[in-house]
T-cell receptor, first 115, second 113 residues
Framework: GAGVSQSPRYKVAKRGQDVALRCDPI?????LFWYQQALGQGPEFLTY????????KSGLPSDRFFAERPEGSVSTLKIQRTQQEDSAVYLC?????????????FGPGTRLTVL | DQQVKQNSPSLSVQEGRISILNCDYT??????FLWYKKYPAEGPTFLIS?????DKNEDGRFTVFLNKSAKHLSLHIVPSQPGDSAVYFC????????????FGSGTRLQVQP
């Protein structure tokens, strides 16, 4: 497809379980972003990759959150020992490198529910 | 501390009338602003953007106005259509600095037929 895809679309985890969320960016987009959206709020930045390099991880809320993009394409966001406060929609976005840099295109998100 | 604020959680307008959605920001480093539209169970969809070197950008029924001195931007939709009913997010960024988008909390627009 032409857009950003994410899987799974829905994930239910028991507290303490590890989860892995996948993002396939738009082909040719070298920049990839992860955001967390809590209910009733706007998305909040988690981390940013340019190709395989993680250039900004200032938004990751704890060391339980880890993201990778080993080949500069698909990315995985991993959350270890999930907690109830991790329940949110996790959005992936990609953008091109030509101006304007910051028009980011979002996937449908993964809704994570931690019981 | 919210750097981007959308103070109206909801807005209801009649079909055919103008919808005006407002956004304020506090960080003077922001120089690129975007509006996204979001339907339930979908990701945000890019709508329109504006650079700080401009004060207006227009695309069809959508116009974004930027007032840098007031650190305020607005999105005008005219004429409003029922299909415009969605949550609208304002976002801000630095073009050459931090690439992350900072979002407001959104305004739910309902266009009544």
């Amino acid at each position: 497809g032409a857009g950003v895809s994410q899987s799974p679309r829905y994930k239910v985890a028991k507290r303490g379980q590890d989860v892995a969320l996948r993002c396939d960016p738009i082909s040719g987009h070298v920049s990839l972003f992860w955001y967390q959206q809590a209910l009733g709020q706007g998305p909040e930045f988690l981390t940013y990759f340019q190709n395989e390099a993680q250039l900004d991880k200032s938004g990751l809320p704890s060391d339980r959150f880890f993201a990778e993009r080993p080949e500069g394409s698909v990315s995985t966001l991993k959350i270890q020992r999930t907690q109830q406060e991790d329940s949110a929609v996790y959005l992936c976005a990609s953008s091109r490198e030509s101006l304007p840099y910051n028009e980011q295109f979002f996937g449908p998100g993964t809704r994570l529910t931690v019981l | 501390d919210q750097q981007v604020k959308q103070n109206s959680p909801s807005l209801s307008v009649q079909e055919g009338r103008i919808s005006i959605l407002n956004c304020d920001y506090t960080n003077s480093m922001f120089d690129y602003f975007l509006w996204y539209k979001k339907y339930p169970a979908e990701g945000p969809t890019f709508l329109i953007s504006i650079s700080s070197i401009k004060d207006k950008n227009e695309d069809g029924r959508f116009t974004v106005f930027l007032n840098k001195s007031a650190k305020h931007l607005s999105l005008h939709i005219v004429p409003s259509q029922p299909g415009d009913s969605a949550v609208y997010f304002c976002a801000a960024s630095e073009q050459t600095g931090r690439r992350a988008l900072t979002f407001g909390s959104g305004t739910r627009l309902q266009v009544q037929p």
